[in-house]
């Protein structure tokens, strides 16, 4: 198993752009989530989806769209990047069986200008 | 909602003392709890975790974590501290969802 991956490891956009950062999944989870990790402020949830078709707000929902076709992906949109962007972005996944092991990727170190 | 407080956002010890870290957490069912660590430039690792079973929960590295549901703590403790432990140690918790809510964060340094 790959476990979580993410693409792309590292970026750098200009304010107004948009891209994708990717997450994938082998393990069947129907639970993925995306955390953004900024100093001094914890790791905080963005958007969660408990399965293929279904996806809800976190904490940091603002400026960013998620979809969830199938259940190994669950891709994070940024429409048009701001610099408050910036940060270092999460994904998570873990199965409804065993909900208390959650398996992060490695991360995307986004920096907006 | 779930929230958790890290109490001292940097905690600093020589090489071989006590590391204590301190997490409160505020729930009035016991969720999950958790504690990672995240060296520098790298992901997170789980380094335990409690799930309703024994309170004195044993993780990697000599870790442990104690909790203590009328304090609605969670600290982290190892009896000797290593130039290798020097990291960011997040504490968080898993109420009834499988949301995970995480404290701010202690950056854990180690003086030789």
């Known amino acids: 198993n790959a476990g979580v991956t993410q693409t792309p490891k590292f970026q750098v956009l200009k304010t107004g752009q948009s891209m994708t950062l990717q997450c994938a999944q082998d393990m069947n989870h129907e639970y993925m989530s995306w955390y953004r990790q900024d100093p001094g402020m914890g790791l905080r949830l963005i958007h969660y989806s408990v399965g293929a078709g279904i996806t809800d707000q976190g904490e940091v929902p603002n400026g960013y769209n998620v979809s969830r076709s199938t259940t190994e992906d669950f891709p994070l949109r940024l429409l048009s990047a701001a610099p408050s962007q910036t940060s270092v972005y999460f994904c998570a996944s873990s199965s409804s069986v065993r909900r208390d092991t959650q398996y992060f990727g490695p991360g995307t170190r986004l920096t907006v200008l | 909602a779930q929230s958790v407080t890290q109490l001292g956002s940097h905690v600093s010890v020589s090489e071989g003392a006590l590391v204590l870290l301190r997490c409160n957490y505020s729930?009035?069912?016991?969720?999950?709890l958790f504690w990672y660590v995240q060296y520098p430039n790298q992901g997170l690792q789980l380094l335990l975790k409690y799930t309703s079973a024994a309170t004195l929960v044993k993780g990697i590295n000599g870790f442990e974590a104690e909790f203590k549901k009328s304090e609605t703590s969670f600290h982290l403790t190892k009896p000797s501290a290593h130039m290798s432990d020097a990291a960011e140690y997040f504490c968080?918790?898993?109420?009834?969802?499988?949301?995970?809510?995480f404290g701010k964060g202690t950056k854990l340094t180690v003086n030789p």
């Open positions: 968080a918790a898993q109420g009834g969802s499988e949301k995970l809510v």
């Open positions: 729930s009035s069912v016991p969720p999950y």
